[in-house]
């Protein structure tokens, strides 16, 4: 959740290590801090609330250093407060830290601690860290890193200085890290994204790591001091990719991105003919007999439609389940097991542990990923990218539809190798694929962004908002709420729509906005049911109709019109609509829609 970063090398550090941060808020905005090794030892600088108030600080402030470390909070361990921002130091200032991650075993190591005399300014689980590496410091910045580290219990990716060395010591145990391997100097941070303007030379930490960093070098080692070869890779995301250009937030700039990130994760699936997936893929469609499919939040959506499309394609059987959830209800897998995770980041901690789980009960694992080099990349069996490029809005956009996108190739592709899919079904969906991007621009016509946010401004000061959707769009109503109550923060639930008379009904009155996705669909007729249901209870109805539909239009309040595509590929065209919708509901109500409040982009602890 929380994002670190450190340098060492020729430039002014604080400089480096304020714009590295900014570019990692969205992991957490609750705290922000640095410490800069100068000529008089380490200064430390930190501040509770959002990134801008330290920048505002230190522009008051003439600090000078060419090695330093940084922090940006989300808080887990006390309140969200200027004591408990990150770095921590020593009782003498000597060691610093930045921590992502909990240390489970922190009130045994602070009580012994503190009976030995250490003094500790915070509430966080993090300060036990900078006293455990003090009371190891003998001289060896790197032994006492290792010697404190096989004490703690839990998670962590950790950058450590001193005041008498001119490196940086950093390490990882589930937690992501990344090194950047620059010309005289050395980066480090929580995710690529920081280090974008700076290097597309990176190192992607594995557990157990630790690296000595230095001006001209980088030293990895495991925990016991034995080397491992970590050699630089490069990344294919540009610095520009990670800008908001034209946009006045990152989110706005995301949404619009949808149709080329589309075309880019269709090209890489539908190259063998007018109507044949080809996957680059090494399972054996035979030795596959169900599918379970993990994520959290929104990519758990993305599963929900994913069971939808495999099962009706490929015609296995399909159970999602909430990542956090998996590991504890000791799931049946055997070797004839696909288990999907789903991640944006490939960091999800709950979805890691989860994939974990699976391999170990014998299951064959394919990871739906954003992120190359991503921990979940190199422990899947096989992955399959989504190519969205860096997504900094914390609300997931372009992520989610390109894993959609993914997953229908996947489902297309699997029923083909089943021989479930007809050569004249197949043809058929791989033309509506390949036009899909042009869909999805289409459906971002000005025009009808404009009526989303009229729309918008009519129902901003609703106290609550139902969605409701069948079939395949019944998870396009639970990710359209879950969109409205991240940016907006008022209260949204949604329902299947037929078990909306077995409980739900109760809410509807005159004051309720109820979106309902009415495109079209082999259950419509139900869904025009199950409008009228709400229009008897006087609730006001917002529908997804399709151009042209005059049914369902007649019995809405408000429209928002979407160009058709098949069934099945509806659920991507009706996500941007619901994207935009709580966009403009947040914006009106004058939220951030970039770093909501209490929410992080990377969840890497459990």
């Known amino acids: 959740m929380c994002g670190i970063v450190g340098y060492v090398g020729y430039r002014d550090a604080k400089e480096v290590l304020l714009e590295k941060l900014a570019r990692i808020e969205y992991r957490g905005h609750d705290g922000a801090g640095l410490a800069i090794r100068t000529v008089t030892g380490i200064e430390v600088y930190k501040k509770g609330g959002p990134l801008a108030g330290l920048a505002r600080e230190l522009e008051l402030r003439s600090v000078r250093g060419m090695l330093g470390l940084g922090h940006t909070r989300w808080?887990?361990?006390?309140?969200?407060?200027?004591?408990?921002?990150?770095?921590?130091?020593?009782?003498?200032?000597?060691?610093?830290?930045?921590?992502?991650?909990?240390?489970?075993?922190?009130?045994?190591?602070?009580?012994?601690?503190?009976?030995?005399?250490?003094?500790?300014?915070?509430?966080t689980d993090s300060e036990v860290l900078a006293h455990l590496i003090k009371e190891r410091y003998r001289g060896d910045l790197?032994?006492?890193?290792?010697?404190?580290?096989t004490e703690v219990r839990g998670a962590y990716a950790i950058v450590v200085a001193h005041a008498e060395h001119e490196e940086i010591v950093a390490a990882r145990s589930v937690s992501p890290l990344v090194i950047g391997v620059g010309d005289g100097e050395m980066f480090l941070a929580s995710d690529v994204l920081a280090l974008l303007p700076y290097t597309r030379r990176v190192v992607f930490l594995e557990d157990g790591d630790l690296v000595v960093l230095r001006s001209q070098s980088y030293d990895v080692t495991d925990l016991g001091g034995r080397p491992r070869a970590r050699p630089p890779t490069v990344v294919d995301w540009s610095a520009e990719a990670a800008e908001k250009g034209d946009c006045d937030t990152f989110m706005l700039k995301e949404i619009h991105e949808q149709p080329r990130v589309l075309a880019q994760t269709i090209a890489g699936g539908l190259r063998g003919g007018a109507g044949e997936a080809r996957l680059d893929l090494r399972l054996d469609p035979s030795s596959i007999d169900r599918v379970q499919i993990i994520g959290c939040g929104t990519a758990y959506h993305a599963g929900l439609v994913g069971e939808h499309l495999i099962e009706r394609l490929a015609r296995v059987q399909v159970e999602v389940d909430i990542a956090s959830e998996y590991r504890y209800r000791q799931p049946i897998v055997d070797e004839r097991t696909l288990v999907i995770a789903i991640s944006q980041s490939g960091e999800t901690m709950d979805t890691l542990e989860a994939l974990r789980e699976a391999k170990r009960l014998g299951a064959k694992t394919l990871g739906i990923i954003n992120v190359q080099g991503s921990s979940m990349t190199?422990?899947?069996?096989?992955?399959?990218?989504?190519h969205a490029g860096p997504e900094i809005g914390v609300a997931s956009t372009k992520a989610y539809t390109a894993q959609l996108c993914a997953l229908f190739l996947f489902a297309l592709w699997l029923g083909q190798a089943r021989g479930v899919v007809s050569a004249a079904r197949a043809a058929q969906l791989s033309a509506e694929l390949r036009d899909l991007p042009r869909v999805v621009d289409e459906a971002l016509d000005a025009a009808r962004v404009a009526e989303i946010e009229r729309i918008a401004?009519?129902?901003?000061?609703?106290?609550g908002w139902l969605f409701l959707g069948r079939g395949v769009n019944a998870p396009s109503a639970l990710e359209g709420a879950l969109k409205l109550k991240e940016l907006s923060y008022v209260y949204a639930e949604a329902h299947a729509a037929g078990e909306m008379k077995h409980g739900p009904i109760s809410i509807v009155d005159e004051g309720l906005p109820v979106v309902v996705i009415a495109t079209e669909c082999s259950l419509l007729?139900?869904?025009?049911?199950?409008?009228?249901?709400?229009?008897?209870?006087?609730?006001?109805?917002?529908a997804l109709v399709n151009d042209g539909d005059t049914e369902a239009a007649s019995y809405a309040d408000d429209l928002i019109r979407l160009p058709r595509t098949?069934?099945?590929?509806?659920?991507?065209?009706?996500?941007?609509?619901?994207?935009?919708?709580?966009?403009?509901?947040?914006?009106l109500l004058g939220r951030d829609v970039d770093k909501p409040r209490n929410l992080a982009k990377s969840v890497t602890v459990e």
């Open 142 to 149: 790197a032994g006492a890193v290792r010697a404190a580290l």
């Open 75 to 123: 808080a887990t361990h006390g309140a969200p407060d200027d004591r408990n921002a990150h770095p921590h130091a020593s009782e003498d200032g000597t060691v610093v830290i930045s921590h992502n991650g909990i240390i489970e075993n922190y009130r045994l190591l602070k009580e012994r601690l503190a009976a030995q005399g250490h003094a500790f300014r915070s509430e």
């Open 378 to 386: 190199r422990e899947a069996h096989e992955v399959l990218y989504v």
């Open 525 to 542: 007729e139900k869904v025009l049911s199950n409008i009228q249901e709400v229009r008897a209870r006087s609730g006001r109805v917002i």
């Open 566 to 587: 098949d069934e099945l590929l509806s659920p991507v065209v009706n996500a941007v609509a619901l994207q935009l919708l709580a966009y403009h509901v947040a914006s």
């Open 457 to 463: 401004a009519k129902y901003r000061d609703a106290r």
